[in-house]
């Protein structure tokens, strides 16, 4: 079972930048497709950037450009950059990974998620 912790989050300016992390530790096989999801008050949880294992990316529309997903296959880390926040990114993020165990077994495991508020 994979554990995710998470950390960055804050309070930030219009404008401003923040940098999440989330590690995963715990007993697996191996790591595929790491993501990023966010969801605001009174919202559905949406996708906000997708890595996978060789480090293909994608990316929600609204965050082209401004936010950067990276990983570390070595400290099971992934990365989300967020530059040139705006008020309506604010939200709890969610890191979500998906990985197998020994037994080739598929599982998805989420972090607790991590406050951020774009605000003046």
């Known amino acids: 079972q994979v554990q995710l912790v998470e950390s960055g989050g804050g309070l930030v300016q219009p404008g401003g930048s923040l940098r999440l992390s989330c590690a995963a530790s715990?007993?697996?096989?191996?790591?595929?497709?790491m993501e990023w999801y966010r969801q605001a008050p009174g919202k559905q949880r949406e996708l906000v950037a997708t890595?996978?294992?060789?480090?293909?990316?994608n990316y929600a529309d609204s965050m082209k450009g401004r936010f950067t997903i990276s990983r570390d296959n070595a400290k099971n880390t992934v990365y989300l950059q967020m530059n040139g926040l705006k008020p309506e990114d604010t939200a709890v993020y969610y890191c979500?990974?998906?990985?197998?165990?020994?037994?080739?077994?598929?599982?998805?495991?989420w972090g607790q998620g991590t406050q951020v508020t774009v605000s003046s």
């Open positions: 890595i996978t294992s060789g480090g293909r990316t």
């Open positions: 715990g007993s697996f096989f191996s790591i595929y497709a």
């Open positions: 979500k990974v998906d990985y197998s165990d020994y037994s080739q077994r598929g599982f998805a495991s």
